[in-house]
């Protein structure tokens, strides 16, 4: 009899075990069971550079008619753009060259912030100020410009922007750009869109946005939730050129993302990532660096989304929150996990894949012919930048079917 009891015992104490055991498994952040990205080799970047390169704000990639893939970025400087060759080629530096102003008389271009290269011969530039657009060729000779007179939005001033998570996009004379507005209410920066539609007269002068696409979602609009200084950055790619482009967009703190495009669609895309449960208002002092550094570190949030397209595939950077702790500098938010979610051409979620957070950075990243280029740039524990610039190449295997 007691024989018989310590079975039933043992039996339900190992079912109750098992069972606890597959709760666990089914509600963690367990590691996906395809692994999308596998490691090929580290690549680094302007090798004897002069002025190291570290993280960019702003970088795109560049494939030249002849087929040859470039990296480039700001330098370091912001004088020009830094060239780096994917063939494993030295890298050269675009140095930007005085313009001619009204009535001939030379200027300065001032600091590079953005651009776009388009062919060798038309490389579209916007400085520092972020209210006129230049173009340039491969020697750094600047040909033509545009000042952005007005706006469709209302308020005091604005400045046009892109970053490495929203780069801009040129099609039938037409820049599509971050639109940074200056007010003095987040409803009043939440009655734009996101996306400025700024046409390009041949031969330059006086131009207007003539539209905005991307509007805030719903999330946005609550009053009494607000996230932080850098919660409204929206991203964006490009998912069909011509006449009348496509985007898809992502926001920082909405789970859909939304396919938008000139005729004031925008239509949401469910793209929640597993390692995101909500996100907190920011509720501390806007001009406290500890305050912001806190939220940014221990709240999670959608980084950027990115078409690839060779592989016809979709990708959703997601950082996860983070433990924050006193003193930490800025280091904090270079060690933030997180993960990208992959999406086929339909939008259907494929999976998503976490990356170690104290290897790779996922601030810079871009896809090329051989896959994906994934930032090693790490920081010290005094919050000190590496001093080189390098990437591990990721080779993208998709689940066989």
């Known amino acids: 009899m007691k024989k018989s009891i310590l079975i039933y015992i043992g039996v339900g104490t190992v079912a109750t075990l098992l069972s ?11 590691a996906p069971e395809h692994v999308f990205f596998r490691e090929l080799r580290i690549d680094t970047f302007f090798v004897d550079h002069p002025s190291p390169i570290l993280i960019q704000k702003y970088f795109e990639t560049y494939t030249s008619e002849g087929g040859t893939e470039y990296f480039t970025t700001v330098n370091r400087n912001r004088t020009g753009i830094d060239v780096q060759p994917l063939n494993g080629d030295k890298y050269f530096t675009i140095e930007l060259d005085s313009f001619s102003g009204p009535d001939s008389i030379k200027m300065s271009f001032d600091l590079l912030y953005c651009y776009k290269i388009v062919s060798w011969d038309s490389i579209f530039l916007i400085n520092k100020a972020g209210s006129t657009i230049f173009m340039s060729d491969k020697e750094g000779n600047i040909s033509t410009y545009w000042t952005v007179t007005d706006t469709i939005c209302n308020g005091p001033y604005f400045k046009l922007r892109a970053y490495t998570f929203s780069e801009l996009t040129y099609t039938q004379g037409n820049i599509y750009v971050g639109f940074n507005p200056f007010f003095n209410t987040q409803p009043e920066i939440f009655s734009c869109d996101a996306i400025a539609k700024i046409p390009l007269p041949p031969g330059g002068g006086n131009t207007k946005i003539e539209r905005m696409l991307a509007p805030y979602p719903s999330v946005y609009t609550r009053s009494d939730d607000v996230y932080g200084v850098t919660g409204f950055q929206c991203s964006y790619t490009c998912t069909q050129s011509g006449s009348t482009p496509t985007f898809v967009a992502s926001f920082p703190k909405d789970h859909d993302l939304y396919r ?17 449960k909500r996100f907190a208002p920011f509720r501390g002092d806007f001009t406290n660096p500890v305050d912001n550094l806190r939220y940014e570190s221990e709240q999670p949030r959608y980084w950027k989304v990115m078409y690839d397209s060779y592989r016809k595939l979709y990708y959703r950077i997601a950082l996860h929150p983070q433990k924050f702790s006193d003193g930490a500098a800025n280091r904090e938010l270079y060690e933030k996990p997180w993960s990208i979610m992959v999406f086929d051409e339909k939008f259907e979620i494929l999976g998503e894949q ?8 996922p601030i810079d990243m871009f896809v090329g012919k ?3 280029y994934v930032s090693n740039a790490r920081v010290r524990r005094e919050g000190i930048p590496d001093r080189q610039l390098s990437f591990t190449l990721f080779e993208v295997k998709l689940p066989s079917i």
């Not at 004031?264 to 995101?276: M, T």
């Not at 976490?354 to 950075?361: D, G, L, M, N, V």
Request: glycine fraction near 6%.
């Open 20 to 30: 606890i055991f597959i709760w666990l498994q089914l509600t963690s952040d367990s």
């Open 354 to 361: 976490k990356f170690s957070a104290q290897q790779f950075f």
């Open 370 to 372: 051989q896959g994906l």
């Open 260 to 276: 938008v495009d000139e005729f004031g669609s925008a239509d949401p895309i469910p793209a929640r990532s597993d390692y995101i």
